[in-house]
């Protein structure tokens, strides 16, 4: 699976300024970033984190396709980035539902998806009464 993944990134380059991710548009890739940094800001533009060479972001469109981008994701310089779409990701990782799962596991540990999962449990069981 690692030689399918790394063929299935397509390297991009973006400048200082450039956005790479816009705040509630509908995601189909993730992002590393091998050169250069790009910083995360909230809907109402406060500096979240920054992300450099070995970090990558944008993770939740692979896993939750319908789910709107959640930050604004700015290139501070100029960047190198490798460019996961979707298409590409259920390619490697959908003929292994065990792998995806380990995957979608991981995510609902993390501190920022908690409450995301909070909210589509909420709105599923509103679903199912309705």
């Not at 063929?7 to 590393?32: H, K, L, N, R, Y």
Request: proline content about 4%.
């Amino acid at each position: 699976h690692t030689t399918s993944l790394v063929q299935a990134f397509q390297e991009i380059v973006v400048s200082p300024g450039d956005c790479v991710i816009a705040f509630g548009e509908t995601g189909d890739s993730m992002f590393f970033v091998v050169k250069g940094q790009c910083d995360v800001y909230s809907e109402k533009g406060a500096l979240l984190a920054s992300k450099k060479a070995g970090d990558y972001f944008g993770e939740i469109a692979l896993i939750f396709p319908e789910q709107p981008r959640m930050a604004w994701v700015i290139a501070k310089t100029f960047c190198v980035l490798a460019r996961l779409d979707k298409a590409s990701f259920e390619g490697i990782f959908g003929t292994n539902p065990d792998r995806k799962a380990v995957m979608i596991g991981q995510a609902k540990k993390m501190p920022r998806m908690q409450a995301l999962f909070s909210k589509q449990s909420v709105m599923k069981a509103t679903e199912e009464i309705e």
